[in-house]
């Protein structure tokens, strides 16, 4: 497989790059993975913790970890709870690279005896599922006085379906085939990694069958490999969120037929084909489309000229010269968006267009991203905002609207939108099993899309090029997720 940049090292706590962290997957696994259509799943764990299963106290801040029976490093150690107390050492250190706010919340990790942790959350967070996606042996650090400078980082011991074999400095990483790997032995013999500049020489290599996998490229380089061999693209929904921000609180936003109207407007397939040019898929909702917390299909959302007339006439508003007024005040509103970012440009542009065209006047504004967020969303001065968010890798979204009823502030929620339902859902979903998750983040969604908070634009794809000759892979959109499911690909039989 083709990667652009050669890693710095392979201990994935000290790798924050999404080649690093694809590279280290393959080696290492930790207590959950998260899977092709971004559903947790347990790995190293027996099972996810939820209140249902006791996994999670009632509270929320106690979550208890059982691993699988039969663990084993690929040196033959056991793997047991010691392992991940080592990680929460590394981690906590301060000298990892992984999220520090993922692991803000954590008070205590403990080892209840050689199968079960327990994690202690100074406040519930549906983000527990998500900690500890890699493992590391302790074992093998100790009497090292440093473990970021271990030689470990560049000779690793790992758990996951390939073992590492040797790193030719500036070339490749070769890896070998882990038959004791716990979801079965893998049907690859090993795998090669070489760093090369994602360019013609990608193209040729995989026209001789050298390289049979590259990940996360330009959707153009993707269509030219795969026109010219005999390999296939793998568009995949990544989690990067395009939305509108609406200040629910500023009048006329502050009307339902209003935020409706604005939406209904939105014409999602002129945004794909002449924007975003078919490189994300279009969504409705705040939920990876992909995902089964989406509702699927998604609400009906009409649309039109009829529509709109019919939602502002209702709501008292009335179309004169082509504008629409109401006491005398004219639909006029402004839409900031970053400035130096064509793709957003280009979006306003289109949305706006639409909008004038059906008598709602909206003016695009370009400024400093710095300024868009503090100057004017974080204090309420603006009406819309156009946003892009890396979205968290855990359904819940309650930092797009939740915060506002107790104490005012707006923490993440820039729509100061707030409903009690909307919040009951979300606090019975974070911690419950995944069919309570699916059918309240599902409910949640539909409420969104009919009271809009927001305007849900597009998810952005990444785009992987897969050898034909290559069968079993699915490839995973969220960074360092792609080769999640890297036991089960094989090479179909001549």
């Known amino acids: 497989m083709a990667v652009m940049n050669e890693p710095s090292n392979l201990n994935p706590l000290l790798n924050d790059t999404k080649t690093g962290r694809e590279v280290c997957r393959l080696m290492f696994r930790g207590l959950a993975m998260l899977d092709n259509h971004y559903r947790w799943q347990p790995d190293l764990a027996e099972q996810i913790p939820t209140t249902a299963n006791g996994g999670v106290s009632p509270d929320g801040r106690t979550v208890v970890w059982q691993l699988r029976n039969g663990l084993h490093w690929h040196d033959g150690v056991k793997i047991t709870a010691d392992d991940v107390l080592f990680t929460w050492k590394c981690i906590s250190s301060g000298r990892s690279r992984v999220d520090p706010g993922l692991y803000a919340g954590v008070a205590a990790v403990e080892k209840i005896d050689e199968q079960r942790v327990k994690v202690t959350l100074r406040q519930p967070t549906a983000d527990y599922v998500s900690m500890f996606d890699f493992i590391l042996p302790a074992h093998c650090f100790a009497g090292v006085d440093d473990w970021t400078a271990a030689a470990f980082n560049r000779s690793p011991v790992g758990n996951g379906p390939f073992m590492f074999q040797d790193w030719l400095k500036g070339s490749e990483i070769r890896l070998t085939r882990y038959d004791g790997f716990h979801f079965g032995r893998p049907l690859l013999d090993g795998i090669t990694i070489r760093y090369l500049p994602l360019g013609e020489m990608v193209v040729n290599l995989f026209k001789t069958g050298e390289i049979n996998l590259a990940s996360n490229i330009d959707h153009q380089l993707a269509a030219r490999i795969a026109g010219a061999s005999d390999a296939r693209t793998e568009p995949v929904c990544a989690p990067q969120f395009d939305y509108l921000v609406v200040n629910t609180e500023r009048p006329p936003l502050n009307e339902l037929a209003v935020r409706q109207a604005l939406a209904a407007a939105v014409d999602r397939e002129q945004l794909a084909g002449q924007a975003y040019e078919q490189q994300a898929v279009m969504t409705v909702g705040d939920q990876i489309p992909i995902s089964p917390y989406s509702l699927n299909p998604p609400p009906v959302t009409s649309r039109g000229e009829e529509v709109i007339r019919s939602l502002l006439e209702n709501s008292g508003w009335k179309q004169e010269n082509g504008e629409w007024t109401k006491t005398g005040v004219k639909l006029r509103l402004s839409l900031l968006y970053p400035a130096n970012d064509q793709l957003r440009r280009q979006v306003a542009e289109l949305l706006c267009s639409g909008w004038a065209g059906l008598g709602i006047n909206v003016e695009p504004v370009a400024m400093s991203l710095e300024e868009l967020v503090g100057d004017r969303v974080a204090t309420g001065n603006f009406a819309l905002a156009l946003f892009s968010w890396n979205m968290p890798l855990t359904p819940d979204h309650r930092w797009l609207w939740w915060g506002m009823a107790e104490n005012g502030k707006v923490n993440g929620n820039y729509s100061r939108w707030f409903n009690p339902d909307v919040n009951r859902l979300a606090d019975q979903a974070w911690l419950a099993d995944d069919q309570v998750k699916t059918a309240n ?30 069968a079993g892979i699915m490839p995973g959109g969220a960074p360092g997720w792609g080769w999640w499911d890297a036991w089960q690909w094989g090479f179909v039989a001549k």
Do not use: D, G, K
């Not at 539909?446 to 785009?463: D, G, K, M």
């Open 441 to 470: 983040y599902q409910e949640i969604e539909r409420i969104v899309v009919e009271q809009v908070p927001f305007i849900a634009l597009a998810y952005r794809n990444t785009f992987h090029v897969v050898s034909n000759r290559l």
